[in-house]
């Protein structure tokens, strides 16, 4: 409190209070009155600044007894008052004849709970001190003006009622208040380490006061905030702190929020971070900043990280293919797209030419280590389909990925898988078992993949698989003897290529029969071949009854002992025939997919097949427009009729047809790859030697099954051969009338049939002579299509020239780099004389044997181009076309006149070229 402006002008004398006019001229000191009472006197202080003081110097009279008293001055928390006064003071020895001079005045103070207005009792007060000079003016300092000014402070207190009342009681001193000022100590309100601690008043006991801050706006405690506050007013021992919160920071003793482009995402004592790369801030206070646009923060990500976007494609592709398996090889993108977190993804696909026509690979196909998430540059792709194109994409993603689904990042690669090992054994027959040998047959694997070369069959005793035998076998089937009797033996078979050996089957137990003795023996072997007469003769009977029955009926060729092919027109009721050898199927089981064709009695579309219990298989479906006459539907289904007698791996296979809704349907197999001679004509020069002729051994193993049925094809064309994802080709087009009314090569020959002439054998052509031998001319002409990629056979000539330069004796040129001794086995089926034309076995195993020593095929016969207008002219010799004569023996090596060569030397091919035909 400074009393200066407070005090009221009370000058009192005793007990009655008299208010006198201040003087207003300001007087340093002024000449004592003749009054006894305190004076209010306008003076200058030592700096000449105007003051009021209360003066009283009453030293001429004795028992002097003023009082001058403050206001009432309100307590507020002060406990301990502190009361500062600044006055001077008269020597008394300066004063001339003076009578009652002190040198000292009283200090008193009244506690009260109400003002006392201008009630006054003495005894009331208590006495504070007597307050003394240290120093008092004399009369030469007054001439010198030198004000000798005390300070004394005193204290008062504890105080307890609301306020107080201060008094000065004068005793006969000559004496000026200059200042009274009355005031409290207290600790001030503070923020320290951002916790703010209120005014604290100290207690009136030496002890401190602990206080509690409470933390600034936008902050928290860490520590809880404490600090002391001494007697003396003053703050101690600051203890705990607030921190500021997320998206504030410490500014003066504050918590600011974060300025726009700053954040800070952590409470604490540290400054806005500015917003990391790619990102902002509009507002105040972020506590963290937004991505630009296309840039991405992963989940994980800090809030201090730069924003980044998805990286852009691998770089580099590059793929090393072996046979099945390709090695993908390729380089970081160019942008990681400011992460370090790259991986890469591998998609798939399977593809067809033509635009767009891929799909996802099935899951047989494994990449090692993974397809998704690699970190290195590259994957192992293993177990692709052999023959196949193949789409790779590779994709590049970081964890912003998902973020940015629209942006795909990938490189892709193509490539086309090789020859590949075939597939495994999966079906195994137990034909004959004895007591010491097991006969057993199996089917070809389901992928051969080339040409099957042999079979190695492993067997042995249970549970002795350290002692095995390991036989080979050409075809499929094979005895096994000396066995033990009634003993289980384990077998495995598998299949070998030129690519090598496949995998082998799964383990087929089998059991020999059991020992008898041999007085038992005796007896069994009577009993048994007793019965066994018995039921031959039954059998032969019924054989020779039915024979007689059905030779009636139907007409059957084909070798004896082998099953036989039965022409659907001997059914009286085609219908019957078509039941008898195609199954029924629901349409519900068919999904027609697209249409991939026209035939000759409707569209042909790819589909799926789900029968009750099996898996979904791709199909062909071939429909029977609407509309259709009777004959016309005879005619469709007599297709189905004949395909359904078949069950060989290169014959089209038929899974059923559907007659009895709309519309009439036959289902059979599905052919990736279509016709043969597009097929061939999309992959000009594509293939190796090796897989043109595993294709041919396919056609030549089916037209051997077919002549053994005895089947004449009558149409064998590239055209009339489907091709399937593995490259394996199928013989197909069975209908009974296609070759009048189906194929478009077909043309009328001057005895009226309707004839694919280019294909056809000239005694076919001539008297309709069809047999398996004019299927052999054919198939050679298949030869020549596939060894020129789907060639024209005889290019642009019309039919008549062909038929008259077949019948003089020209014969198709090789084809470029045809092996010569393809172009040898062509010209074989060419014979004019039909008996002297291979049969499709000798050609099976002509190509066996090709397949196996793959050197034969280096030497090519030389005819390399198409000769304009021309054909070898077969009746003279065409050894020209060999460069040395060991070319020509080796090219020669399957003639039927092979051995007449051997021991004969011939010099040069001079020689050899005036030997005769004959
Ligand atoms: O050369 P492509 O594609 O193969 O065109 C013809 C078309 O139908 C008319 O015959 C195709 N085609 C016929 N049968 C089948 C089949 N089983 N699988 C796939 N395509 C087939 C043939």
Same mark, same amino acid.
Not at 839 to 845: H, I, M, P, Y
């Given at each position: 409190?400074?009393?200066?402006?407070?005090?009221?002008?009370?000058?009192?004398?005793?007990?009655?209070?008299?208010?006198?006019?201040?003087?207003?001229?300001?007087?340093?000191?002024?000449?004592?009155?003749?009054?006894?009472?305190?004076?209010?006197?306008?003076?200058?202080?030592?700096?000449?600044?105007?003051?009021? #003081?209360?003066?009283?110097?009453?030293?001429?009279?004795?028992?002097?007894?003023?009082?001058?008293?403050?206001?009432?001055?309100?307590?507020?928390?002060?406990?301990?008052?502190?009361?500062?006064?600044?006055?001077?003071?008269?020597?008394?020895?300066?004063?001339?004849?003076?009578?009652?001079?002190?040198?000292?005045?009283?200090?008193?103070?009244?506690?009260?709970?109400?003002?006392?207005?201008?009630?006054?009792?003495?005894?009331?007060?208590?006495?504070?001190?007597?307050?003394?000079?240290?120093?008092?003016?004399?009369?030469?300092?007054?001439?010198?003006?030198?004000?000798?000014?005390?300070?004394?402070?005193?204290?008062?207190?504890?105080?307890?009622?609301?306020?107080?009342?201060?008094?000065?009681?004068?005793?006969?001193?000559?004496?000026?208040?200059?200042?009274?000022?009355?005031?409290?100590?207290?600790?001030?309100?503070?923020?320290?380490?951002?916790?703010?601690?209120?005014?604290?008043?100290?207690?009136?006991?030496?002890?401190?006061?602990?206080?509690?801050?409470?933390?600034?706006?936008?902050?928290?405690?860490?520590?809880?905030?404490?600090?002391?506050?001494?007697?003396?007013?003053?703050?101690?021992?600051?203890?705990?702190?607030?921190?500021?919160?997320?998206?504030?920071?410490?500014?003066?003793?504050?918590?600011?929020?974060?300025?726009?482009?700053?954040?800070?995402?952590?409470?604490?004592?540290?400054?806005?971070?500015?917003?990391?790369?790619?990102?902002?801030?509009?507002?105040?206070?972020?506590?963290?900043?937004?991505?630009?646009?296309?840039?991405?923060?992963?989940?994980?990500?800090?809030?201090?990280?730069?924003?980044?976007?998805?990286?852009?494609?691998?770089?580099?592709?590059?793929?090393?293919?072996?046979?099945?398996?390709?090695?993908?090889?390729?380089?970081?993108?160019?942008?990681?797209?400011?992460?370090?977190?790259?991986?890469?993804?591998?998609?798939?696909?399977?593809?067809?030419?033509?635009?767009?026509?891929?799909?996802?690979?099935?899951?047989?196909?494994?990449?090692?280590?993974?397809?998704?998430?690699?970190?290195?540059?590259?994957?192992?792709?293993?177990? &692709?389909?052999?023959?196949?194109?193949?789409?790779?994409?590779?994709?590049?993603?970081?964890?912003?990925?998902?973020?940015?689904?629209?942006?795909?990042?990938?490189?892709?690669?193509?490539?086309?898988?090789?020859?590949?090992?075939?597939?495994?054994?999966?079906?195994?027959?137990?034909?004959?078992?004895?007591?010491?040998?097991?006969?057993?047959?199996?089917?070809?694997?389901?992928?051969?993949?080339?040409?099957?070369?042999?079979?190695?069959?492993?067997?042995?005793?249970?549970?002795?698989?350290?002692?095995?035998?390991?036989?080979?076998?050409?075809?499929?089937?094979?005895?096994?003897?000396?066995?033990?009797?009634?003993?289980?033996?384990? &077998?495995?078979?598998?299949?070998?290529?030129?690519?090598?050996?496949?995998?082998?089957?799964?383990?087929?137990?089998?059991?020999?029969?059991?020992?008898?003795?041999?007085?038992?023996?005796?007896?069994?072997?009577?009993?048994?071949?007793?019965?066994?007469?018995?039921?031959?003769?039954?059998?032969?009977?019924?054989?020779?009854?039915?024979?007689?029955?059905?030779?009636?009926?139907?007409?059957?060729?084909?070798?004896?002992?082998?099953?036989?092919?039965?022409?659907?027109?001997?059914?009286?009721?085609?219908?019957?025939?078509?039941?008898?050898?195609?199954?029924?199927?629901?349409?519900?089981?068919?999904?027609?997919?697209?249409?991939?064709?026209?035939?000759?009695?409707?569209?042909?579309?790819?589909?799926?097949?789900?029968?009750?219990?099996?898996?979904?298989?791709?199909?062909?479906?071939?429909?029977?427009?609407?509309?259709?006459?009777?004959?016309?539907?005879?005619?469709? &289904?007599?297709?189905?009729?004949?395909?359904?007698?078949?069950?060989?791996?290169?014959?089209?296979?038929?899974?059923?047809?559907?007659?009895?809704?709309?519309?009439?349907?036959?289902?059979?197999?599905?052919?990736?790859?279509?016709?043969?001679?597009?097929?061939?004509?999309?992959?000009?020069?594509?293939?190796?030697?090796?897989?043109?002729?595993?294709? &041919?051994?396919?056609?030549?193993?089916?037209?051997?099954?077919?002549?053994?049925?005895?089947?004449?094809?009558?149409?064998?064309?590239?055209?009339?051969?489907?091709?399937?994802?593995?490259?394996?080709?199928?013989?197909?087009?069975?209908?009974?009338?296609?070759?009048?009314?189906?194929?478009?090569?077909?043309?009328?020959?001057?005895?009226?049939?309707?004839?694919?002439?280019?294909?056809?054998?000239?005694?076919?052509?001539?008297?309709?002579?069809? #047999?398996?031998?004019?299927?052999?001319?054919?198939?050679?002409?298949?030869?020549?299509?596939?060894?020129?990629?789907?060639?024209?056979?005889?290019?642009?000539?019309?039919?008549?020239?062909?038929?008259?330069?077949?019948?003089?004796?020209?014969?198709?040129?090789?084809?470029?780099?045809?092996?010569?001794?393809?172009?040898?086995?062509?010209?074989?089926?060419?014979?004019?004389?039909?008996?002297?034309?291979?049969?499709?076995?000798?050609?099976?195993?002509?190509?066996?044997?090709?397949?196996?020593?793959?050197?034969?095929?280096?030497?090519?016969?030389?005819?390399?181009?198409?000769?304009?207008?021309?054909?070898?002219?077969?009746?003279?010799?065409?050894?020209?076309?060999?460069?040395?004569?060991?070319?020509?023996?080796?090219?020669?090596?399957?003639?039927?006149?092979?051995?007449?060569?051997?021991?004969?030397?011939?010099?040069?091919?001079?020689?050899?070229?005036?030997?005769?035909?004959?």
């Amino acid at each position: 409190f400074s009393l200066r402006a407070h005090l009221f002008c009370w000058v009192m004398n005793s007990s009655q209070p008299l208010q006198r006019p201040c003087l207003t001229q300001p007087r340093a000191f002024i000449n004592l009155t003749e009054s006894h009472i305190w004076e209010e006197i306008s003076g200058v202080d030592e700096h000449y600044t105007p003051i009021r #003081t209360f003066q009283v110097c009453n030293v001429m009279e004795y028992s002097q007894n003023n009082w001058l008293r403050t206001n009432w001055i309100p307590r507020n928390s002060a406990q301990k008052i502190y009361v500062e006064l600044k006055f001077t003071l008269r020597d008394c020895n300066s004063i001339p004849m003076v009578l009652t001079c002190k040198e000292t005045f009283n200090l008193h103070y009244l506690e009260t709970d109400e003002d006392q207005g201008s009630k006054f009792r003495e005894h009331q007060f208590s006495k504070i001190d007597t307050i003394a000079a240290d120093e008092s003016f004399t009369q030469m300092d007054l001439g010198d003006r030198i004000l000798k000014l005390n300070t004394e402070v005193r204290e008062v207190g504890p105080m307890t009622k609301k306020g107080f009342h201060l008094a000065f009681q004068d005793v006969g001193a000559c004496v000026a208040l200059v200042s009274v000022r009355v005031y409290f100590k207290k600790c001030p309100f503070t923020v320290r380490n951002l916790a703010m601690f209120p005014d604290t008043v100290p207690t009136d006991s030496q002890s401190l006061v602990e206080v509690r801050g409470s933390c600034v706006n936008n902050s928290r405690e860490e520590d809880p905030p404490k600090m002391y506050c001494s007697t003396e007013g003053e703050w101690l021992v600051p203890i705990g702190k607030c921190l500021c919160n997320i998206g504030y920071e410490e500014r003066g003793v504050a918590c600011q929020a974060c300025r726009p482009g700053f954040y800070k995402a952590s409470s604490g004592n540290v400054e806005c971070s500015k917003c990391p790369p790619h990102s902002y801030t509009h507002q105040e206070g972020a506590v963290h900043c937004d991505c630009e646009k296309n840039y991405f923060r992963a989940e994980e990500d800090p809030v201090s990280m730069a924003c980044s976007r998805p990286p852009s494609a691998p770089r580099n592709v590059i793929s090393a293919i072996n046979e099945t398996s390709v090695i993908l090889d390729w380089s970081l993108p160019a942008d990681s797209g400011g992460r370090k977190d790259v991986t890469f993804n591998v998609v798939c696909k399977r593809c067809w030419p033509g635009p767009r026509q891929c799909e996802p690979c099935l899951g047989a196909v494994r990449f090692l280590p993974r397809a998704t998430g690699l970190t290195n540059t590259t994957v192992t792709v293993v177990d &692709l389909l052999a023959h196949t194109n193949y789409t790779f994409e590779i994709e590049a993603q970081n964890r912003v990925s998902p973020q940015a689904p629209t942006i795909r990042q990938y490189a892709a690669v193509t490539i086309t898988t090789n020859q590949a090992a075939p597939s495994a054994v999966t079906v195994i027959r137990k034909d004959r078992t004895s007591r010491n040998s097991i006969s057993l047959s199996w089917m070809e694997p389901e992928r051969p993949n080339g040409i099957i070369l042999d079979y190695e069959v492993k067997y042995y005793e249970k549970e002795q698989e350290t002692s095995y035998t390991i036989l080979r076998s050409k075809g499929t089937n094979v005895t096994l003897n000396g066995l033990k009797p009634d003993t289980t033996y384990l &077998l495995q078979i598998r299949a070998r290529t030129a690519a090598g050996y496949g995998s082998s089957s799964r383990k087929f137990e089998f059991e020999t029969t059991f020992s008898i003795s041999s007085e038992n023996s005796q007896v069994v072997l009577i009993a048994v071949s007793s019965a066994v007469a018995i039921i031959l003769l039954t059998v032969l009977l019924y054989i020779v009854i039915s024979r007689s029955v059905c030779q009636s009926k139907h007409s059957h060729t084909g070798l004896p002992g082998i099953k036989t092919y039965v022409d659907p027109h001997t059914y009286e009721d085609p219908s019957q025939a078509v039941h008898e050898f195609a199954k029924e199927l629901e349409a519900s089981c068919i999904a027609i997919d697209k249409v991939v064709g026209a035939g000759e009695f409707g569209e042909v579309c790819s589909g799926r097949l789900k029968l009750p219990s099996k898996k979904e298989i791709c199909v062909a479906i071939k429909t029977l427009k609407a509309g259709y006459t009777e004959k016309q539907r005879r005619d469709f &289904l007599s297709e189905a009729s004949i395909m359904g007698q078949f069950d060989h791996p290169n014959i089209i296979r038929l899974e059923g047809v559907v007659t009895r809704s709309k519309p009439v349907m036959i289902v059979t197999e599905y052919m990736e790859n279509g016709s043969l001679d597009g097929f061939l004509r999309k992959h000009d020069a594509q293939f190796t030697v090796i897989q043109l002729v595993g294709m &041919l051994r396919g056609i030549a193993s089916g037209m051997k099954y077919l002549s053994d049925m005895g089947y004449v094809h009558r149409d064998l064309a590239a055209r009339n051969i489907l091709v399937n994802s593995n490259l394996v080709c199928k013989v197909s087009d069975f209908g009974l009338s296609r070759v009048l009314e189906d194929d478009p090569e077909a043309a009328y020959t001057t005895r009226g049939g309707k004839i694919p002439i280019r294909w056809t054998a000239p005694e076919a052509i001539a008297y309709r002579k069809f #047999t398996s031998a004019s299927d052999v001319w054919s198939y050679g002409i298949v030869l020549w299509e596939v060894m020129s990629y789907g060639e024209r056979p005889y290019w642009e000539m019309s039919n008549q020239d062909v038929i008259k330069a077949v019948d003089e004796g020209y014969r198709l040129p090789p084809p470029m780099e045809c092996p010569a001794t393809l172009y040898q086995l062509m010209l074989d089926c060419w014979q004019k004389d039909r008996n002297n034309r291979p049969k499709f076995e000798q050609s099976v195993s002509i190509l066996d044997k090709l397949i196996r020593n793959p050197s034969s095929l280096k030497i090519t016969a030389s005819t390399a181009s198409r000769p304009v207008n021309l054909l070898l002219d077969r009746t003279s010799t065409d050894i020209t076309s060999f460069h040395t004569m060991g070319d020509w023996l080796e090219s020669a090596r399957t003639l039927p006149c092979k051995d007449a060569f051997s021991g004969v030397s011939y010099s040069s091919c001079d020689t050899l070229a005036k030997t005769s035909a004959e």
